[in-house]
């Protein structure tokens, strides 16, 4: 089929305003307002600390804030902020003891002084031990336990040492044990065996931001099904390696022999690793034989795609009796990940990489893990693809209850909408793609007498243990995670109302052997089974367009997803893309043109807090119609900085905008004159399509996805339209010389199934070079 085609040079406008940033000034009453603030300044430090213990003297608080206060003038006030959440909330330290806070308050209280900063300022509350207790840390365990000691961020690696010091010192009074250290300005961690008195004392100390159990994996368990080797042949198929982060999988299985290129263990060389299970060869499975369900139906060969590279970080657990699988203990997640990702990137090229790993409890705005980030500081430093799940959330097998305390399948869907159901790490990666689980099956397997058994979720449903989104953000309208969606199997119930996790047919099937039997398939269910499907559509994508950068590989898979039945039938369009995303991939349309669906696309940069106007050719024939839809998809991929410790995690947000029947001169003169807020609405009406979603809805993303669809002729319309891209750089990241360019990819698809004669991918092959009547001047 034919190949994607290149859109015509893009036309910078250079010379826009950026945006201050800064919201409507807010009056107080200073008198009330500052004996209000200084009164909860005097709670904060008359809050019980456990000196005696050995606690530094130092506060950590909370200032919630109406609006951004300007970070030197608290720093100017001896509070150094820690981080800040997507509601104004910050985290400050004082070393001076709030002598240099209590001074402003009242100075304002009294003169007005400082009014810009404290005016900004609605409570001051302590940061104490409840805030500091995370996941696992409810009911702390009897004896001696693992905790993970995350240190509050850095300004340098020198106070960042300084600090790890002061839980050594806490660690050794108290007989604790240090298992692992991380130690960097950013991500400043230590994992120790401590008792509970120990833990208090972490608790009460102010450079701690959190103290949790070390986080491991959720995976399910799974009963099996198999042919023999005997009845099984193969062929093979190009594609791009995809890198495999998991468990070693089985290379001596007849369908994932010769095709597992390498097997890589990560970690010291005398590390004593389990043998390992089956995780690994069932993940690697589905990335090489994505279409094994319907051959094994059909009983045709069974092809594999592409060739697996694998980073050994897992193993089955030796204390757990089920062998759940584990983080290697030899390092922190983020850092076996980082070292597999660079080992497989180095060594073989690997561009495209699968990760099925996902916490087990819901991800905290407040406290965004060093995983999370570590991806996203490697793909936009490596120009990768990495491909992540959604995460899983379990049930209790007797009794059918979720955590939210819903029953599984009496009461799904709602219980997705609770905060129980919501993404674990490292799915709210914002450059990573996302992915959740469709179940594929909604009848259980014909095994004796099974009256009453069921499956939970109907065919292309969002499976009962998909997590769900949104991911980071500030508006409550935002559609960022998850990316896509793709099949990860189904639970059922039996007649007694207990949950059946691996029922051989509603679950989905992949490699795995037995060593007792030597059966060569096992059904297994869980997000970490649909991401690698995922992965396999971007390495043909990479494969096909070896040129393509990791943000085309992105913005062609988002374009090619289409949205299941199912997802119209939920009425709220933000929750519809909270459970599925963009929808589920197809390397056909990611890959192909064809007559009635043409794709362009662009693989650039542009400087940031600048427009470039994109010209879009459209065909006579499209603009013309027959009263039949017609579609216009603009998707939008970049690769911005993160910080875990920043309101806006990301650096930046981008905006596409569609225009039409305009002159470029009017339009460069529109755009260069006006400040980035709201300066594309002063172009309305039919001039300016409004894509949909709104661009409300999409700022928070960094993989766009938006469309125009029209039912009447609009052939009076000019033969080419225009779509500006806008970036717009946080507060945080201006000024930075590290930041000053920003890559991205655009690509545009016309599409329109009813086209009986015409073919759009060859009108646009004589269109796509622009005349030179229609070609735009270059900016002075």
Known sequence: ????????????????????????????????????????????VA??????????????????????????????????????????????????GTTGLATALSDYASNGALNSLVDLIDDIEPYGAEDRRGPGLESPPPGRFLVDITIWPSRNRAQAESRATMIDAILDRTNGQVQLRSLSPRRNIIRALVDVNTLEDLLETSVVEQVRTPPVPFLDFRDWRTLSASEITREQVDSAPVGVLDDAPAITHPLLEGVVKSVDPIGPNDYPWQQPGDHGSEVVGRVLLPNLHEQLRDGTTITAHGTVHVARILEPDPGDPNGAPRFATSAFPHELVEQGIRHLHTTYGVKVFNLSIGYSEPYSDIHLGALTETIDDLIRELKIVVVVPTGNVGAQAFTALTPSDHHAADDYPVYLDTPEHRLAEPAPAALAITVGSLALSEGVAEIGNRLGWRAIASIDQISPFSRVGPGIGTSTKRRNKPDLIHYGGNLAVNDSGHVVFNDMGASIVSTAINPTTGQLFKACNGTSYAAPAVARVAADIAHAYPDASANLVRALLAGSAELPQSATRVREENKAHSYYGHGKPS?????????????????????????????????????????????????????????????????????????????????????????????LELIRGRRHPKLVPGPDSVTSSTLQVRRWTATNSFINDDEVFYVAVTHRAATWARGSADYTIQSYALTVTLEDQNLVRADLHQLLTQQVRVPARVRIRSLP
């Open 47 to 96: 809050a019980p600390r456990r000196l005696d213990a050995g606690v530094d003297p130092n506060f950590v608080f909370k200032i919630r804030a109406a609006g951004r206060p300007q970070e030197s003038m608290l720093e100017g006030r001896n509070l150094q902020v820690l981080g800040e959440t997507a509601d104004y909330t910050y985290f400050v330290l004082s070393d001076d």
């Open 587 to 679: 390397s056909y349309r990611a890959v192909n043109s064809e007559a009635r669906r043409a794709t362009m696309t662009y693989d650039g940069e542009m400087p940031i807090d600048t427009v470039q106007i994109h010209p879009v050719p459209i065909p006579e024939v499209f603009r013309r119609g027959s009263g039949s839809q017609r579609t216009i998809t603009v998707t939008l991929a970049f690769d911005p900085p993160v910080r875990r410790q920043r309101r806006e995690y990301v650096a930046a947000s981008m905006q596409v905008d569609l225009y039409r029947n305009i002159e470029i001169d009017e339009l460069q003169r529109t755009l260069r004159r006006q400040p980035s807020t709201n300066a």
């Open 1 to 44: 089929m034919p190949s994607h085609l290149l859109l015509p040079d893009p036309h910078l406008v250079s010379s826009r305003r950026a945006a201050s940033g800064r919201g409507t000034p807010i009056s107080r009453n200073r008198a009330e307002h500052g004996a209000h603030l200084q009164a909860e300044l005097q709670r904060v």
